[in-house]
């Protein structure tokens, strides 16, 4: 009978863990953060040596910070802070504009004097 009590007593134990236990869900900030790293892996424009990717590199730190802070259950001031430098940096970059374009080269009217011009073949 004691064999069956124990047997209870874990069958108990186990039943409440599974009843009361919960899967931790992130918050909203954290999948919206976690989106945005993701996005910015994926985009080649990370990699180039523009200026827009020098915003976007400051930006993609800032949310690997965000998503270490939340791994690590820091307290709510930091994660704010932290979201407020997101917020910033992702309205300079924004600001920027960087006209990729070339410019169109305008022909010059050179005239040549062909008389002095010399040749290998003479």
């Known amino acids: 009978m004691k064999i069956f009590r124990n047997g209870m007593t874990f069958g108990t134990i186990l039943l409440w863990g599974v009843l009361f236990s919960q899967q931790i869900e992130p918050n909203d900030a954290y999948k919206t ?26 930006i993609y730190e800032s949310c690997k910070m965000y998503l270490d802070l939340e791994r690590q259950k820091a307290p709510d001031e930091k994660l704010f802070v932290q979201a407020f430098k997101i917020k910033n940096d992702v309205e300079n970059f924004s600001q920027v504009y ?10 010059q009217n050179i005239k040549y004097n062909y008389f002095f011009i010399s040749s290998d073949n003479d």
């Open 33 to 58: 953060v976690l989106r945005m790293k993701l996005s910015l892996d994926q985009n080649p424009l990370i990699h180039l040596d523009e200026l827009k990717s020098a915003k976007m590199n400051v």
């Open 98 to 107: 960087y006209n990729r374009a070339l410019p169109v080269k305008i022909k």
